[in-house]
């Protein structure tokens, strides 16, 4: 944050100082300013929102600052996010970004975690492994929002790993043992690493333990080299202005060239100058080119929505095709289950008119039945006619059963294609509510029942052969009863 190094600069140091920051060094009317512009900067942030966090480095060595801005700002709930990373990666990362000596790297990297640690005794605080949040970002992150109760969205997940968390931050790592065999860092150092790496991923609580006392022996060991940081400073501040020394001149030399080149560019204005009349026409005809090409994509634009119109025009009609095809093929499917109907009525209508037939026939032969069982019971014959009836009559009843097992027959086949007519019937009903095409359909059913009536003749044929044969019965019943006495009809 700019406020951050702002108030560093006025304190006299950098971040990268390793001497001990003075608060007095700062007057309480200027201190009060910068309370007034970071209370302002809290306050403003927490109008919109209710959960609010930055990151900053140099927070580490000004958290007494900050704790006082927000003891003014009323912020109640407060907790801290202390990332660990290995003191070699670090100096490793330094030495090769900004050039620092590896052993004041890890100098740094002992003031700033001893000061935060100090610092955030009394307060809510997490501490967070830096190599397994490159590894394992997703978990690390989950176990952070649920220690500090904070709800995590999907969105804000991916945003974290997709815009500021990418596994390129880290170009190093080291173990804990290469550290202590380094050489480059105070047992107390490397104590204090090892007993925050034990405390990663639970709430630190700087109120005893162990962790404690390797704090506690850090801090001693940085007072022990006060006057050694505040002589790494010194040097640091001698080569600093040492190198602005040299920026300067430097500096010098380049606005000594920029005159020279100011003047050479002047010379070269007043040739071009010349060529301005030029210029004119030329940006005249590009003006004009510009708007030819303007019209041109324009017209390109319209070209492509109609061809995007005729794509569109194009599947609808294949779509529309396909339809039609589905159609034609459920009509003639249509069609063969309606002929399928009309010949089933036909065929039913015949078997209808066999059965009325057969009744008529079967209570024809009752009647003449009961004629024979009379005639029987009052004629009396000779043994050769007699036989000769009894034929006949056995004939005749043999007929009768026949008869009356075919009529049995047809009203059990007349029931099937009752129901089967019923069932085609309603079946004939849905596929007319479905296609209103079908009716010319009437045209073939007339020539079908011009066929039925054709068929009828040969019906009535058969009649008139029933009544031939009825008709020989009656005249050789009538020829027997003529050939007996007259007596004898009355027994």
């Given amino acids: 944050m700019a406020l951050n190094q702002e108030l560093m600069e006025t304190l006299g140091c950098d971040w990268n100082s390793v001497a001990r920051i003075d608060e007095r060094s700062i007057s309480s009317v200027e201190l009060a300013r910068f309370e007034d512009r970071a209370v302002n900067l809290l306050q403003d942030k927490f109008k919109t929102r209710t959960v609010w966090a930055f990151k900053d480095p140099r927070t580490a060595r000004l958290l007494w600052f900050w ?57 809510s605080t997490v501490l967070v492994d830096y ?30 790993f997709t815009e500021f968390l990418t596994s390129d931050l880290r170009h190093s790592r080291f173990r804990l043992e290469e550290l202590r065999s380094s050489g480059l860092a105070d047992p107390a150092i490397v104590r204090l690493y ?41 040097v640091n501040v001698a080569g600093r202005d040492q190198r602005l020394s040299t920026s300067a001149q430097a500096e010098f030399e380049r606005t000594e060239m920029f005159r020279l080149e100011c003047d050479r560019l002047r010379e070269r204005n007043g040739l071009l100058e010349g060529r301005q009349h030029e210029t004119e026409n030329i940006r005249a005809q590009v003006e004009m ?33 396909l339809e039609c095809d589905g159609l034609r093929s459920r009509n003639d499917l249509l069609e063969g289950h309606l002929d399928e109907m009309e010949r089933v009525r036909s065929q039913a209508e015949i078997f209808r008119l066999e059965c ?73 009903l849905r596929l007319q509510s479905r296609n209103s095409a079908l009716q010319t359909r009437v045209v073939g059913l007339r020539a079908e029942r011009q066929w039925i009536a054709a068929n ?29 006495p007259w007596w004898k009809m009355f027994r």
């Avoid at 709800?151 to 945003?159: A, V």
């Avoid at 080119?289 to 609808?316: P, S």
């Avoid at 019906?459 to 008709?471: D, F, G, N, S, V």
């Fill in 194 to 234: 090892e007993q925050l790496l034990k405390a990663t991923g639970s709430d630190v609580k700087l109120d005893g333990g162990e962790l404690v006392g390797a704090m506690e022996s850090a801090a001693g060991w940085l007072q022990e080299v006060a006057a050694i940081r505040s002589a790494i400073d010194r």
């Fill in 456 to 484: 009828g003749e040969t019906i009535l044929e058969e009649l008139a052969q029933i009544r031939e044969e009825l008709t020989l019965l009656d005249g050789r019943r009538i020829a027997l009863a003529l050939k007996r």
């Fill in 67 to 123: 704790k006082r801005v927000i003891e003014r700002a009323e912020i109640l709930d407060v907790s801290y996010v202390l990332c660990l990373r290995n003191p070699l990666a670090v100096s490793e990362s330094l030495h090769v970004r900004n050039g620092i000596d590896r052993a004041v790297s890890i100098l740094l990297w002992a003031i700033y975690t001893v000061e935060a640690l100090q610092q955030i005794q009394a307060s």
């Fill in 289 to 321: 080119f510009r708007l030819e090409c303007d019209r041109l994509r324009e017209r390109n634009g319209l070209l492509e929505g109609r061809q995007h119109e005729m794509e569109d025009f194009r599947a609808e009609v294949e779509k529309l095709q």
């Fill in 356 to 428: 009325d037939r057969l009744r008529e026939r079967n209570g024809e032969l009752d009647g003449r039945l009961g004629e024979m069982e009379n005639f029987r019971s009052h004629a009396e014959t000779s043994g050769l006619e007699r036989d000769k009836l009894r034929s006949r009559n056995n004939e005749l009843e043999a007929r009768l059963a026949e008869e009356r097992s075919n009529l049995r027959s047809c009203q059990s086949r007349m029931m099937v294609l009752n129901a089967a007519i019923e069932r085609e019937r309603d079946r004939n």
């Fill in 131 to 160: 190599d397994q949040l490159i590894e394992d970002g997703r978990e690390v992150l989950r176990q952070v929002a649920q220690k500090l109760r904070l709800e995590l969205s999907g969105e804000i997940e991916e945003s974290y």
